[in-house]
């Protein structure tokens, strides 16, 4: 089995690293990468270092995690210091996009059925990373996030490449009216069973990229349901509040570094 789910589109930038992880049950909690769900920290870490290991990294890359706490808030991190992949302590707090255009840092998302949305421009080599529940769907964070890269970095949305990651979809993401009242705006993304309805945040987001400005043709769907492949990817629903997380990352590669493994790129723990 591939170590990573990824995108076609990402993969032909050869100055763009990103990934999925997936289950590895050879690994502490099927490899979850979650620092903040309770378990031994000590194994996330080695966790974390094997994710290190199976990526191609230039040895000075630092890596940023947030502190998610389903907001619209947008981080922009111009600092070349790692942010909350040693200690919770230190991520960046109360935020669930990280925007960047440093090279060699690698922007991370931990998810368990929320939707995971990485973020590229090619033209002026931005990279971001989103956490989209209901909450930050309903937010519109993609759009936030899409703006900022806009008004920061002069990225223009029609030139940006999108890649919406695992998530629990339509087909078992059931809510109640308390959860679709704040998507009236999405019809076509509700489908109504009795008093509850099967909502479709992947398709959301999508439709909120497009709205921003980005091309259809320039998003690629995972269309990979958490829930119905629970096998490779957690799913907080569908195993019953699993503490498990898997992890999507994206980053620049200096326009001059080797893609090649580095074990020195590896964080002391």
Same mark, same amino acid.
């Given at each position: 089995m !591939? ?8 993969s ?8 999925v992880?997936?289950?590895? !049950? /050879? ?8 620092l ?11 966790? *974390?270092?094997?994710l290190?290991q ?5 040895r000075e ?6 502190n998610?706490t389903h907001?619209?808030?947008?981080a922009v991190?111009?600092?070349?210091e #790692? *942010?909350?992949?040693e ?5 960046? $707090?109360?935020?669930?996009?990280l925007v960047t255009?440093?090279e060699d840092?690698m922007l991370?998302?931990?998810?368990a ?8 421009d090619?033209?002026?080599?931005v ?5 989209? =529940?209901?909450?930050?769907t ?6 936030? /996030?899409i ?6 970095f002069?990225s ?7 890649g ?13 009216e308390?959860? @679709?009242?704040? &998507?009236?705006?999405y019809?076509?993304?509700?489908e !109504?069973? =009795?008093?509850?309805s ?6 959301i987001? *999508? ?9 259809e /043709?320039?998003?690629? #769907?995972?269309a990979?349901c @958490?829930a119905c492949?629970?096998?490779? &990817? &957690?799913?907080?629903r ?5 503490s498990g *997380? &898997?992890?999507?990352?994206i980053?620049?590669?200096?326009s001059?570094? $080797?893609? @090649? ?6 964080? #002391? #723990?």
């Amino acid at each position: 089995m !591939q170590p990573f789910y990824r995108f076609d589109h990402f993969s032909k930038e050869k100055s763009l690293i990103h990934a999925v992880s997936k289950k590895e !049950q /050879t690994e502490a909690y099927a490899f979850s990468l979650a620092l903040h769900t309770g378990e031994k920290r000590e194994d996330i870490l080695a966790n *974390r270092k094997h994710l290190i290991q199976k990526l191609s990294v230039a040895r000075e890359t630092v890596w940023v995690v947030a502190n998610q706490t389903h907001s619209d808030h947008v981080a922009v991190i111009d600092k070349r210091e #790692m *942010r909350g992949w040693e200690y919770l302590e230190d991520a960046v $707090e109360d935020c669930d996009a990280l925007v960047t255009d440093q090279e060699d840092m690698m922007l991370t998302i931990l998810t368990a059925d929320c939707v995971p949305v990485l973020l590229f421009d090619p033209v002026r080599r931005v990279v971001a990373a989103v956490h989209a =529940g209901w909450r930050g769907t309903e937010a519109e964070i993609v759009s936030k /996030t899409i703006k900022v890269m806009k008004e920061r970095f002069g990225s223009e949305p029609s030139d940006m490449l999108a890649g919406v990651g695992p998530a629990i979809g339509k087909c078992c993401y059931e809510v109640g009216e308390d959860v @679709t009242s704040h &998507f009236a705006a999405y019809p076509e993304a509700l489908e !109504q069973h =009795g008093e509850k309805s099967q909502l479709d945040l992947p398709e959301i987001n *999508r439709r909120q990229m497009i709205a921003a400005g980005l091309s259809e /043709t320039h998003i690629e #769907m995972s269309a990979i349901c @958490t829930a119905c492949d629970v096998d490779h &990817f &957690f799913s907080y629903r569908k195993e019953q509040g699993c503490s498990g *997380r &898997f992890m999507s990352v994206i980053g620049l590669a200096a326009s001059s570094a $080797e893609l @090649t493994y580095h074990p020195s790129a590896i964080p #002391m #723990m």
